[in-house]
């Protein structure tokens, strides 16, 4: 079981708004250490869509978004593509250690 | 293009070890921190190590302390994972997978990895 807890999955039609939250404790995203993004296509590369939050990569669409508040993060998927089905993972930081979100997979229905 | 290629992977029998290797190019290897991540099959993916850019550094998450070791030959533009006395639990794809920030060093954990490889394989049976 991951420490950042993200729901399993989420879904929405074509151009749509979901949301992903990923949710921690006092000890990693509440003490204000960072909140990257990560989508994973099956048989492509991990790619990185956030960093620091809420910066985006070059190359990677406005459609995505990050933010941070307490002990919790979202990353935002507005305007639903088919090509946005994949599973994403929220990471931060806690006691010297690297912390991944369990995932979520996003379906376009 | 920055590429990361590993290898090194396959069928590992219990207690047995492995080193799995991988091939950097496309940007100045000796200046960024390098991690391993592992994918158990079908599960989310698990931080295993990371090393600074000059070595000197190596952090290793809580399930793979005193078993699993992380190098680099800057030389050579290779970071290495040796495991040791392999678990079934240890059945996992292993990307290789570059951190962002230039130079970090005992703080590579903060940061965010920007380039990530297609990963390799190690199925602990007997």
């Known amino acids: 079981q991951s420490v950042l807890t993200q729901p399993p999955s989420v879904s929405g039609a074509p151009g749509q708004r979901v949301t992903i939250s990923c949710t921690g404790t006092?000890?990693?995203?509440?003490?204000?250490?960072?909140v990257h993004w990560y989508q994973q296509v099956p048989g492509k590369a991990i790619k990185l869509l956030i960093y620091?939050?809420?910066n985006r990569p070059s190359g990677v669409p406005d459609r995505f978004s990050g933010s941070r508040s307490g002990t919790s993060a979202s990353l935002a998927i507005t305007g639903l593509q088919a090509e946005d089905e994949a599973d994403y993972f929220c990471?931060?930081?806690?006691?010297?250690?690297?912390?991944f979100g369990g995932g979520t997979k996003v379906t376009v229905l | 293009q920055v590429q990361l290629v590993e290898s090194g992977g396959g069928v590992v029998q219990p207690g047995r070890s492995v080193r799995l290797s991988c091939d950097a190019s496309?940007?100045?290897?000796?200046?960024?921190?390098m991690h391993w991540v592992r994918q158990a099959p079908g599960k989310g993916l698990e931080w295993v190590a990371v090393?600074?850019?000059?070595?000197?550094?190596?952090v290793y998450g809580d399930s793979v302390k005193g078993r699993f070791t992380i190098s680099r030959d800057n030389s050579k533009s290779t970071v290495y994972l040796q495991i040791s006395s392999v678990k079934p639990e240890d059945t996992a794809i292993y990307y290789c997978?570059?951190?962002?920030?230039?130079?970090?060093?005992?703080?590579?954990?903060?940061?965010?990895?920007?380039?990530w490889g297609q990963g390799t394989t190690v199925s602990v049976s007997s």
């Open positions: 997978a570059k951190s962002q920030v230039l130079q970090c060093s005992d703080d590579c954990q903060l940061f965010s990895i920007d380039v």
């Open positions: 496309g940007f100045i290897f000796k200046t960024y921190g």
């Open positions: 090393i600074s850019h000059d070595g000197s550094h190596k």
């Open positions: 006092r000890s990693n995203i509440g003490a204000g250490y960072d």
């Open positions: 620091g939050n809420n």
């Open positions: 990471q931060s930081y806690d006691s010297l250690t690297v912390l």
